[in-house]
């Protein structure tokens, strides 16, 4: 079955980095494009880009852009959020979610089980 | 704030039917399709609408989308306890050229 499986839990002090992965299964890891997606302790979900997963390209939100990074590792079906310069703010869980798009429209499905990012000293 | 708006809360008893409402915009909902996702509690979201209206396959028809303007609505008939989740809207702006999301509605089964 079609499935996305994140990397686990980190804790990481403020201005360290972190790389989240997001390891696809089930289909063809460059017929869809993949987003991230934020959630901060108790708040909303926030769309932060995608990535096409044929040519690489990323795609940012506004107040994603800098400091977060999207890659891709198609030999291992894997895609990756990096953020550097850690802040307080950025604690949350982070989701990865395939782009499914048909007919000129596109919905996420499935979603990873999320990767919950801590950042404190 | 959220470019889509959802109330923050609704609330109904085992059985009664239940509607929750995503108010956009002309560049989001006006022109583009609306998704529903509902995320239970400690959980991943999940697909529950897509296109506005399309249930996928394994979603109850008890769940039910619309949209109509830059309004769109989710409707669930027949509450469970298990239906008690949060539910976000979400759809594509074509001024901000990014996916939006409304804030979430917690549902709760009384």
């Known amino acids: 079955q079609v499935q996305l499986v994140q990397s686990g839990s980190e804790l990481k002090k403020p201005g360290a980095s972190v790389k989240v992965s997001c390891k696809a299964s089930?289909?063809?890891?460059?017929?869809?494009?993949m987003n991230w997606v934020r959630q901060a302790p108790g708040q909303g979900l926030e769309w932060m880009g995608w990535i096409n997963t044929n040519t690489g390209n990323p795609t940012y939100a506004q107040g994603f852009t800098g400091r977060f990074v999207f890659s891709l590792d198609t030999s291992v079906s894997t895609a990756y959020l990096q953020i550097s310069s850690l802040k307080a703010e950025d604690t949350a869980v982070y989701y990865c979610a395939r782009v499914v798009i048909a007919a000129a429209v596109s919905w996420f499905d499935p979603w990873g089980q999320g990767t919950l990012v801590t950042v404190s000293s | 704030q959220s470019v889509l708006t959802q109330p923050p809360s609704a609330s109904g008893t085992p059985g009664q039917r239940v509607t929750i409402s995503c108010s956009g915009s002309?560049?989001?909902?006006?022109?583009?399709?609306v998704n529903w996702y509902q995320q239970l509690p400690g959980t991943a979201p999940k697909l529950l609408i897509y296109?506005?209206?399309q249930r996928p396959s394994g979603v109850p028809d008890r769940f039910s989308g619309s949209k109509s303007g830059t309004s769109a609505s989710l409707a669930i008939s027949g509450l469970q306890s298990e239906d008690e989740a949060d539910y976000y809207c979400a759809a594509w702006d074509d001024s901000l050229n990014e996916g939006v999301f409304g804030g979430g509605t917690k549902l709760t089964v009384l």
């Open positions: 002309s560049s989001n909902i006006g022109s583009n399709t």
């Open positions: 296109s506005n209206n």
């Open positions: 089930g289909y063809t890891f460059t017929s869809y494009a």
